[in-house]
């Protein structure tokens, strides 16, 4: 049984339907590749897995660790380049307003997050830059 089920609906625009959940996902082009822009383009959804990833890896080892990761928020900064067109850097920075103060929890979560499985998958040619702002 598939995962994802997707279609084309024309302009650029695609829907993927992630089929346990029913839940839908709309992606456009970006505006300076011919699109509207109006929605996550899949790189930007790329740049999104691997925070994502991380935090919830970190929330596995968190929650494991009896350790509360409320609070914790990230920003992604996409980088692309050109000829080829596609990703160069994916910046992730996390913020976490009253993170744990141990250092022995504070770099398991950073080496789980590291070792989460998109960050894994990524072609070595897209650099990782990994932002722990606690």
Not at 17 to 40: C, M, R, W, Y
């Amino acid at each position: 049984m598939p995962t994802i089920k997707s279609s084309y609906l024309g302009n650029l625009r695609t829907e993927s339907v992630h089929v346990q959940s029913g839940t839908e996902i709309l992606t456009d082009a970006p505006v300076d590749n011919n699109g509207k822009g109006e929605k996550f383009s899949p790189t930007d959804l790329v740049s999104s897995a691997l925070a994502s990833c991380m935090v919830t890896i970190m929330g596995i080892v968190a929650a494991r660790d009896g350790v509360e990761l409320t609070g914790l928020s990230w920003e992604v900064t996409k980088v692309m380049q050109s000829a080829p067109r596609k990703i160069q850097e994916i910046i992730v920075d996390f913020s976490w307003e009253n993170p744990v103060t141990e250092p022995s929890m504070v770099q398991k979560l950073k080496n789980a997050a590291k070792t989460c499985p998109v960050a894994l998958s990524l072609d070595p040619s897209i650099k990782q830059t990994i932002n722990f702002n606690f």
